[in-house]
């Protein structure tokens, strides 16, 4: 007994930080540290006044509360009346007596965007939040928070805040058997068993952590889908969920699989121009909104990867995402039809088959449909030139897919901030109307005037006690939000709010720790596929390298053919003298590509088949430079490894192992990608690794031997 008491006496000591699991994300509200801010703040925190009756309202009032309370450490309590230095919470409808200036601003806030301002209201000074809706009033409730929890003086605030993006959605690819497909943090956390009777408590707080970033759409099942899920049973579930999620300001979607009307509705075919098909999908949407009136859409994946769709029956893709859309559309719903489609029939090199596909199809889609396009026109790599349907379809509204799951990037051991990539992307510029038509103007509308807008993230939630798996990845579930919201802010910035809310707002800490996550992601290009390179992972599911494999199911699925090693050298290429694929994007941005001398040599070897002794722009052979890059990632991981273990006095003891075993794994992880690749395309080069560099310590043999049957999420 006595020993045990040790023990437990002794855990707080070792960094006098108290224990945590990770479960509470980004909203700890630990009392903030500083006293002298905590006193300034409290000053301006006497009492809190929600308007209101709503479930929204009740959330509201509940996390300001709680929030407040656990920052400041005091006990504050909802009050009816207001008083001086209170927090007044409300729309013009609930709170009548509003600030004139603050009822002005909101002519231009729209349903979601807010106003946090330091006023006077009935002769008190008061601090207002305000929306034109209950869900706004809680994206600036979560603002105020986010201020609070980042050290931010809250005296003087005059904050208006719209969102650039409409549809900010998470894409889970969940199963409904649990599984996560490309799922590295446990099950699913949809627990479709127990509902629709039991709600389960994450359920909650899922809804809080998504709304306090802004994310206002969720699809709930695997773009893989199932017809099950769209039977009665599945519907009861599903408006459960649905039920959760609204006053958060959540909408639920569901995939829709295209043969469901075959294998749920016991009809001969799924041809989209079929009378009978036509009516079994409005009569479903109808179903589906008696149970969710408020139901998002469809989000599709057809004719693609076994995925049946129109093209089955001889139609086109918009043929068929224009007949599920005048299914929904009298419910005001949308389809969102993925472009992510690519066929083994096809010989055309993979990249260039999502472009021919849709690029044709500009401007037949229905108003309700949104194109829903991934970041590169490949697959979620390390590093993708952006797809080049960004620019390329004014006629339609063009949806971006990150994936936030880290399928390709290190799934859930390794480290890696993905806000600098999803920035790259979103800053890129795609020439479509002269210079300056960034990715981010195709995509929230503003280049050609679309009314709707989307981003959409792939999930990298599950059961796990901390959401993600790495506790690192809940800074990209953080960051993705951030930025569906409002892409012009900076990744350091959305790293430093998630560290501050996270951990601490200690300058040592935060000037490290960012430190850490802004190298993370170009340390894991250098040690997986440095200069261009791509699609070189383990086959199936996706872990480590295999550059070697090329007996895969299609050819496109084999290494082999994205890397084109060969005695000459290494690359694809794809300019004018190759697949051409350059041909797909603005003349602006071929002219930067196409001369192998000029091409930026972080996208090199995607363009170009490069020989071994090309000179590089730092006058170093291609080969050289390859090593180099590979032995600078591991370099990166040794110095994440080093920096992160100076932090220990700021972190408590469970999370500080946590980050450090991960970090162990993926130092690990970072010589095999190393070496393993080297190892493999030295085969070709015939050059030697320069002595100067540690020599691999195992042979190609050891690791083409590696087979991992169980890895996770495939
Ligand atoms: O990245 C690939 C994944 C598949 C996924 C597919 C897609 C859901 O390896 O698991 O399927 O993309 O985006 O449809």
Redesign the pocket.
Known sequence: MKKLFLIVACIPLFTGVRAENGYDLWMRYHRIERASLRTDSKRCIEGVTVHGGTATARIIAHELTTGVNGLLGTAVTPADRIGDNFIVAGTPVSMPAMPSSVKDKLQHTGGEGFVIESSTMQGKHVTVIAGNTDVAVLYGTFHYLRLLQTARSIRRLAIVSVPRIDIRILNH?DNVNRHV??GYAGQSIWDWHRLPGYIDRRYVDYARACASVGINATVLT???SNALVMTAPYLEKVAELANVLRPYGIRVFLTARFSAPIEIGGLKTADPLDTLVQQWWRTKADEIYSHVPDFGGFLV?AN??G?PGPQNYGRNHAEGANMLADAVSPHGGIVMW?A?VYSNETPEDRVKQAYSEFKPLDGVFRKNVMLQV?NGPL??QPREPFSPLFGAMPKTPLAM?F?ITQ??LGQATNLVYLAPMYKEVLDADTHAKGNRSTVASVIDGSLEGHERSAMAG?SNIGSDINWTGHLFGQANWYAFGRLAWDHALSPETIADEWLKQTFTDDATFLTKAKHIMMASRDAAVRYMTPMGLHHIMGTGH?YGPAPWVNDAGRADWNPVYYHKADAQGLGFNRSSTGSDALAQYAPGVRARFEILSSCPEEYLLWFHHVPWGYTMKNGAAMWDELCARYYSGVDSVRSMRQQWAALRPYVDEERFEHVTMLLAVQEQEAVWWRDACLLYFQTFSKMPIPVRYEQPDRTLEYYRSLKFPYAP?N
């Open positions: 690819w497909e490309r695997n773009v893989n994946k693609s990867e995925q993925r992510f991934k697959d979620f897919e994936q399928e390709y792939v996706h999420g």
